[in-house]
């Protein structure tokens, strides 16, 4: 399971950049690694007025590295935004490509676990599926069962219905010409 810890930086100053990498300081060998997560971008209150500061991110793709802008703040008009931009792999370069801030970005860092948790997670995992798989298997053989049982019956009575008429013979009384059966009165006087 990753661990979830809030995250923010501030960019002052033309120029200004801040780097995200949490790997090269070392630290524990994670399985999942290293998560950030930005939700919003906003301009500090000492922020120049009608001053337009622009916000680039410099991050890996699948192939490359790519530098784009995310986000354009002026003061007065635009003094935030939110944001949805996710960097499963460090280093991500935040900067100033235009203005001179203050601008607060705020997010999430996730961190994987440990690789031996995600062992004991596997090994748990598997021995969820093979109950499920136990529960599941024995759950499909009372169901194939009951459907056999069921084809059985409706065979069993198909081939009643086929020879009945050739088995069984007609049954009339000499009071009920017609083949019905005489109702009794049952009413009490």
Excluded: C
Aim: charged share 35%.
């Amino acid at each position: 399971m990753a661990d979830e810890y809030f995250y923010a930086l501030t960019l002052k100053g033309a120029k200004a950049s801040e780097v995200w990498d949490p790997e090269s300081k070392g630290g524990e060998d994670l399985q999942g690694g290293h998560k950030l997560i930005i939700k919003q971008a906003l301009l500090g209150a000492d922020a120049v007025e009608g001053e337009v500061n622009v916000i680039q991110v410099e991050a890996m793709t699948w192939k490359e590295s790519v530098t784009i802008p995310v986000a354009v703040l002026k003061s007065g008009s635009q003094n935030q935004v939110l944001l949805d931009l996710s960097f499963p792999d460090p280093p991500v370069t935040f900067s100033l490509a235009q203005g001179s801030g203050p601008v607060h970005i705020i997010g999430h860092h996730l961190i994987g676990s440990a690789i031996d948790e995600f062992d004991e997670m596997d090994e748990m995992e598997e021995e969820m599926l093979d109950d499920e798989e136990g529960e599941e298997g024995a759950e499909n053989r009372i169901k194939q069962k009951r459907k056999l049982s069921d084809i059985d019956e409706k065979e069993e009575e198909d081939e009643e219905e086929d020879e009945g008429p050739k088995n069984k013979k007609a049954k009339t009384t000499s009071s009920n010409a017609k083949g019905k059966t005489p109702v009794k009165n049952t009413k009490k006087k």
